[in-house]
């Protein structure tokens, strides 16, 4: 019994050295959680490359104030409850002073109480749903939110395409996604226009053509799809089969080199909002699209620029800390005046959300959006 | 009405790909008395091959109608061999042990084929866009209801698909054997009907099949993903008990009144109600009709 015993107390005394990892000084460590596979894989992918890109810089240039940056990743395959996971093992594990995600709304919610209730400053890329900051004085955003994003739709659908009838296609599962519609709808009844129809779907379906059909037998003039791409480029690709040619249009959640290759020709003459355009000739934008073609041999999407102006945010306020994290870096990070990133002039406002201009982009059949318009806050 | 008819033309292209799917597990229950739940994952895999070969085939050929059988027919082979496979090593060891621990090794091997082709190295877990044989177009466009040249392909060769698979289970010596296997399989090994080969044959079949039913929702829905398998699984699944688990035309029936509540569903009720509507069906059918739909109520002796 006493061999037991102290064999035990050997076991828990092991346990507790692995868990107090000493903590380096010398280094910030950055946690970052992402969809790097799923549906929403492109999403995880694109902004991790962003955030590597900046990191990189930093060590390079000697990092901040003699400190290096570590940046730990983990992939939550897009699900909401291994978000919860990954973000626990962060803190509690790896002992991260900032954590950096997600692009999906309904992940940065799961993950955004455990960063509060820990004290560990949060910075969102790009989720646009209201909620991911409300009430959590460490948890940030450095894009624009759904209710100006519906707002800047419902004025595109009705003042440039004179859109009166409007049928919504929503993922019932994505707290972005019912937002956004929302949002939209909010605006686009008080423009005078209708909905005339609503329709649902939950994120992972493939079959839209019995919500296309009914759609099209109420003739309407637009059709917001608010879902991830996977969906959207399904979506269009069954409404050509069905022979709907209604405009479509949607939010920052089309944005993917895979909205084409599964869309195909079909994606072609439909719009969406986004970040930034590829066609914004400010040389900032230039520069980063060029480093970043010639590392990935691939154009970045709007979450690759987010991915980066949120590295670059969080940097910037580490700048001013000289490398202190914790309640300083917090106020620095709250603290952010017209940082220019690539996506836009960002500043901090009280409510920890960045107010900035969405773009909106025609998407074209070989793949390439076309600028269409600014539209500031 | 044109809402009506389209909705019907949906209806009855999905439901010919649960029919598909159905018809593999209704044979293997009709002679095993096994619910391979791996069967969904041979679908999965469908996808998978014709995704591999379909670039291969790609680079002397066009994209065309006869590159897609190409793809189709090698995929199916494929799908055939891993259906042999799967019995050979995962089933027939454990041919005369109890039937629950046939049913949690046919669950062991479903999650083992989802979880393998996840890894980096075979496919991932990002999914990926099939390749385009055949380029869509609209062949029939009448009083508002569309037909696109895909929906007829698919439902054409899934009912064609299942009459030769009729008449090769009522007309051929080895669908006798089936058959004769299905009924009492110490009766059938008595007379000299070879069990094994019998039951090695009827895998195969039902698993080119489902590569077929693989290939034609890759077709339609141009995604693949190593988890696209579960839910056509589930879905057949129902389809198969609903039409009386074992009877290959109630299969195909319990598959197409699946495919066409789910479209009705939502079109006049909600779409939110779309995959309760699947189980609500199974569970009433369970109620009313244990046997399902063309099952004959057996009365097991004890």
Known sequence: MKRFNSSLAFLFLALAAVGCKQKNQNVIRVGEFGSMTGTEATFGISTHRGIKMVIDDVNKAGGINGKQLELISYDEGGKPEEAVTVVTKLIAQDKVDIILGEVASSRSLAAAPIAQRNKVPMISPSSTNPKVTEGRDYVFRVCFTDPFQGKVLARFAREDLKAKRAALLIDKKSDYSVGLADFFRKTFESLGGEIVIEQNYAGGDMDFKGQLTSIKSKNVDVILHSGYYTEVALTMKQAKDLGIKTVFIGGDGWDSPKLSEIGGKAIDGHYFSNHYSVDDQDPRVQDFIKRYKALYKEVPDGLAAMGYDAALVMVDALKRTNGQVGPVFRDALAATKNFPGVTGVITIDENRNASKPAVILKVQGDGSYKFVKRVNP | ?302
């Open chain 2, 1 to 302: 009405m044109a809402q009506f008819l389209q909705h019907l033309v949906n209806g009855l292209s999905l439901g010919s790909i649960y029919a598909l799917i159905a018809v593999g597990y209704s044979m293997v229950y009709g002679i095993l008395q096994l619910i391979n739940f791996a069967h969904g994952e041979v679908v999965m895999l469908g996808a998978v091959f014709g995704f591999w070969l379909a670039p291969k085939f790609m680079y002397p050929v066009e994209p065309s109608l006869g590159l897609f059988f190409a793809v189709l027919g090698a995929s199916m082979f494929l799908c055939g061999l891993l259906g042999f496979f799967i019995e050979r090593l995962a089933y027939r060891p454990l041919r005369k042990s109890p039937r629950i621990n046939c049913l949690i090794t046919a669950i062991g091997v479903s999650l083992f084929l989802q979880y393998f082709t996840q890894l980096e190295f075979i496919f991932g877990a990002i999914p990926q866009t099939y390749p385009e044989m055949i380029s869509q177009a609209t062949v029939f466009s009448f009083a508002g209801v569309d037909i696109s040249n895909l929906q007829l392909i698919v439902v054409g060769l899934s009912f064609s698909l299942m009459i030769i698979l009729q008449f090769v289970v009522y007309k051929t010596k080895l669908g006798l054997g089936m058959r004769a296997v299905s009924e009492n399989t110490e009766v059938a090994a008595l007379l000299g009907v070879p069990v094994n080969k019998v039951i090695s044959f009827t895998f195969i079949l039902g698993s080119m099949l489902a590569a077929a039913a693989g290939t034609f929702v890759a077709t339609m829905y141009p995604k693949v993903d190593a988890m696209m398998g579960t839910m056509l699984g589930m879905k057949a699944f129902v389809a198969a008990v609903l039409g009386g688990i074992g009877n290959l035309p109630g299969a195909v029936i319990g598959g197409l009144v699946m495919g066409l509540a789910e479209e009705f569903t939502v079109g006049y009720l909600s779409s939110s109600f779309r995959d309760a509507i699947a189980f609500a069906i199974l569970i009433l059918v369970l109620l009313f009709r244990p046997a399902g739909i063309l099952g004959k109520t057996k009365i097991e002796k004890v």
